[in-house]
Nanobody, 126 residues
Framework: VQLQASGGGLVQPGDSLRLSCAAS????????AGWFRQAPGKEREFVAV????????IFTDSVKGRFTISRDNAKNTVDLQMNSLKPEDTAVYYC????????????????????WGQGTLVTVSS
């Protein structure tokens, strides 16, 4: 499967933004899917992940209560709704997917994901 992320942009602190990741070339419903981000000078870090059917989701602590992740397997998309954005959310956001299965349904480990989109830049600044 191939992934294409979109929806990034420049927003002010407190604003909302919705990122979307479109999958093609495979049966997306078989994939665990998630979002990671990489700020300048930092390593790529986990943001959120959803299981293949969307029944299990986890978030990194810094975005809990502000971000939600959802998927539509009929449309082959996984979205990241970001609310109450902060300057520290500034990063390139990547969607990722894997057909691996996990005991808990999902994994926050970036090394567990073998398919990556190209990234979309989110800048939060006043």
């Amino acid at each position: 499967v191939q992934l294409q992320a979109s929806g990034g942009g420049l927003v002010q602190p407190g604003d909302s933004l919705r990122l979307s990741c479109a999958a093609s070339g495979g049966r997306f419903s078989l994939y665990t899917a998630g979002w990671f981000r990489q700020a300048p000078g930092k390593e790529r870090e986990f943001v959120a992940v959803t299981s293949w059917a969307g029944g299990v989701t986890i978030f990194t602590d810094s975005v809990k209560g502000r971000f939600t992740i959802s998927r539509d397997n009929a449309k082959n998309t996984v979205d990241l709704q970001m609310n109450s954005l902060k300057p520290e959310d500034t990063a390139v956001y990547y969607c990722a997917a894997t057909r691996r299965r996990f005991a808990t349904g999902v994994s926050p480990n970036r090394n567990a994901f073998d398919t990556w989109g190209q990234g979309t830049l989110v800048t939060v600044s006043s």
